[in-house]
């Protein structure tokens, strides 16, 4: 059995981030918190571990997704995933982050990615296929290519 992922989630949206931390504890790992702006979320990455940062772009303070995923990357204690139903604002490099879930996702899908991502931080590579709906940055590609 992999070991769970400690999974914070950054949006500003409240029924999003309750079913996100729903579906997230219904697959067996551990929600630390979540924030809602850029302040809120450095200090939650400064006062708590994660595995994972679900991060939404677009935050009560404006588009700043993004200096969210440049700050934990900075800090390099999560890896980032991008929550957006406007993946066009994510920035080429991907401010560092792992990958994006585009919104809407489905319960299916997010669960899918969930297990793949957590296959990645406990035992990377992925062994199971990259789930639709689940885009990985260029920067990973190579990193968690599939096994052949």
Known sequence: MIEPLKVLIVEDEALLAM??????????????????????????????????????????DGPTGVDVAEYIGDRKNSMVVFMTANPKRIPDHFAGAIGVIAKPYTMNGFTSA???????????????????????????ETVWAPAT
């Open 19 to 60: 079913e996100l931390e729903s579906l997230v504890e219904d697959a067996g790992h551990s929600v630390v918190g979540w924030a809602t702006s850029l302040a809120e979320a450095k200090d939650m990455v400064d006062s708590t571990r994660a595995d994972i940062a679900f991060v939404d772009i677009h935050l009560t």
């Open 114 to 140: 969930l297990r793949y991502l957590q296959e990645g931080v406990r035992r990377p590579p992925p062994t199971s296929e990259r789930p639709a709906g689940f885009t990985l940055s260029p920067a990973f």
